[in-house]
């Protein structure tokens, strides 16, 4: 779905405190694929942070949803985003909201460093009243359709919506006290801006569920559950009772990525945790993660990671002195 601005089109996609360290992060996830969401504080659903890609992994988040609503900016480079399967480019300037509820993540473009904010916020943040909610927030996040906002660097709106963010960035920064009162109501100004530059409110939301996304988090969530088991592509397939060609084909439309592959990537993500978290060895690790041939463990880690095991553990030790 595209909405158009009363500039220019603007097109619709989707949607971390470590400037001077380097820190691996790792995301968790509930069973049924949705991120665990780490708040800045337990009770307020508002997450801040300045980030880079090559905190992440291979320099790519893992896909993933959330009932938050995502906010990006980018500061510094180019950012590869994909929503439900479609995939953008973010540059400097740039920004994108992504809706609650859409598969998406963000990964390094040609391998490229990229510096951005990220802001998730539920959306009840934005009001407590019932009916202001059912009337102004409920049908946007409801809206099938509407998947996530595109904010070019160039337009007058994307520079709002870049300035917004900064400010709550520098709130956060400097008022330790108060600044989750003032990034909620700066929020709620944005959300009044877009709901008159979109007409957000006034689109029909369509209740059905988009079909091969449900399917796609079943396989995903079978995956979480029986990585360590011997599983095959027929076994992710049946999970959410498709054949294997729509398997594959739905692993390509929305991860980039083969069923098998995207298993040995979660495999292995489990295996980092374990090699930086535990004493284990690398045969028990690979063993307790599924890998039952110690050779193909080998091999796809260095294929993923870039090293053996046995190196990215003292690399890590090494950082970490």
């Known amino acids: 779905m595209k909405l158009e601005s009363r500039e220019r089109e603007q097109h619709i996609i989707t949607g971390a405190e470590n400037k001077n360290r380097e820190v691996l992060i790792e995301m968790d996830r509930m069973q049924d694929a949705s991120e665990v969401v780490y708040y800045d504080r337990t009770g307020v659903p508002l997450y801040i942070r300045e980030n880079r890609l090559s905190c992440y992994p291979d320099m790519k988040a893992e896909c993933h949803w959330h009932e938050d609503i995502e906010l990006i900016h980018i500061l510094e480079g180019i950012m590869a985003y994909r929503i439900n399967g479609e995939q953008i480019l973010l540059e400097q300037g740039d920004s994108l909201l992504v809706n609650a509820r859409q598969m998406h993540y963000g990964f390094s473009h040609c391998r490229r460093e990229c510096r951005f904010i990220c802001i998730l916020f539920h959306p009840k943040l934005l009001t407590e009243n019932r009916m202001l909610y059912k009337e102004l927030v409920r049908p946007v996040i409801d809206d099938s359709g509407m998947e996530y906002i595109r904010f070019p660097a160039a337009d007058k709106i994307g520079q709002e919506i870049g300035r917004m963010q900064l400010e709550i960035l520098k709130k956060k920064e400097e008022d330790a006290l108060y600044y989750e009162l003032e990034a909620v109501s700066i929020l709620q100004r944005m959300w009044v801006m877009?709901?008159?530059?979109?007409?957000?409110?006034?689109?029909?939301?369509?209740?059905?569920?988009?079909?091969?996304?449900?399917?796609?988090?079943?396989?995903?969530?079978?995956?979480?559950?029986?990585?360590?088991?011997?599983?095959?592509?027929?076994?992710?397939?049946?999970?959410?009772?498709?054949?294997?060609?729509?398997?594959?084909?739905l692993f390509r439309q929305y991860l980039q990525d083969s069923p098998i592959d995207f298993l040995n990537q979660y495999r292995l993500k489990v295996c980092r945790e374990l090699l930086l978290g535990t004493d284990k060895s690398v045969t028990e690790i690979a063993l307790g993660c599924g890998f039952n041939q110690l050779s193909y463990f080998s091999s796809q880690f260095v294929r993923f990671t870039g090293c053996t095991p046995r190196e990215y553990r003292a690399k890590r030790i090494k950082r970490q002195m």
């Open 194 to 249: 877009l709901l008159r530059e979109y007409r957000l409110a006034e689109l029909h939301p369509e209740i059905h569920k988009d079909e091969n996304l449900v399917l796609q988090r079943k396989m995903m969530d079978f995956i979480f559950q029986h990585y360590q088991e011997k599983i095959s592509l027929d076994d992710i397939a049946k999970s959410a009772h498709v054949g294997r060609s729509k398997c594959c084909a």
